[in-house]
């Protein structure tokens, strides 16, 4: 819990996406072991799923490819417990609720809090689910991290009451990477929540580079890059990649 909060203090947060086995294994194991030489301050790491209905067109290609090589909870679980002693920076799930509940939701949560998980971005958690999974993560000491957009602003109360760690406010309507919505709309989002919640308010889904994420750390608390480094995995690795990511903000 507390590395979420340190990755806002005092700064603006760069937030990365990843799939995790995308292109490889030793590849996201290499990603993983940069992260703190990186310009990033939190990571957000995909668990692979055959219907990832919230992801673009990319992502979506991406995790379809990684779980069809065979990549799955526990692998990942594996690359994790091999790196936590050499990452500092705090890594988040976003993982889809069908594989959580599939693996077993407390197994999964105490699992992921013993290889060095922060915290779960779910997006398509149900509501009636969302008490069991809070408590679990209170249990473990990790952060269940609320997602709202500019269509449902109206349910925030009820979904900030469940939250912890940080807000993650979806900055498109639709699927991940596609067009962002309105800049008034997205400020006036931002605003409300800020009034509602002490909780950091990050902005993802449509924010595609340096000039979008600096637009977007004017008014919250950070910025999410997905689509776009999802890309510069295919392409680069080591220091290259660092070196590239560290552009997009």
Known sequence: MDKIARAFEGKKANIGYIVAGYPSLEHTKEFLLNLDASSLDLLELGIPYSDPLADGKLIAQASFETAAKGVNTDTIF??????????????????????????????????????????????????????????????????????????SAGRADKILSVGSGF??????????????????????????????????????????????????????????IGTQIVKLTAKFSGDELVSQIEKLF
């Open 167 to 224: 807000i993650y406010a979806l900055g498109a309507i639709g699927v991940s990477g596609s067009q962002r919505a309105s800049e008034e709309r997205l400020k006036s989002l931002v605003a409300s929540l800020k009034q509602k919640s002490d909780l950091p308010v990050a902005v993802g889904f449509g924010v595609k580079n340096a000039q979008d994420a600096n637009l977007v750390k004017s008014y919250a608390d950070g910025a999410i």
């Open 78 to 151: 594996e690359i994790l417990d091999e790196v936590k002693a050499d990452v500092k920076k705090p890594i988040v799930f976003l993982v889809y609720y069908n594989i959580v509940f599939a693996y077993g939701v407390e197994k999964f949560i105490k699992r992921s809090g013993e290889v060095g998980i922060s915290g779960f971005i779910i997006p398509d958690l149900p509501f009636e689910e969302c008490e069991e999974v809070r408590s679990l993560c209170d249990k473990f000491k990790l952060d269940l991290i609320p997602l709202i957009s500019v269509t």
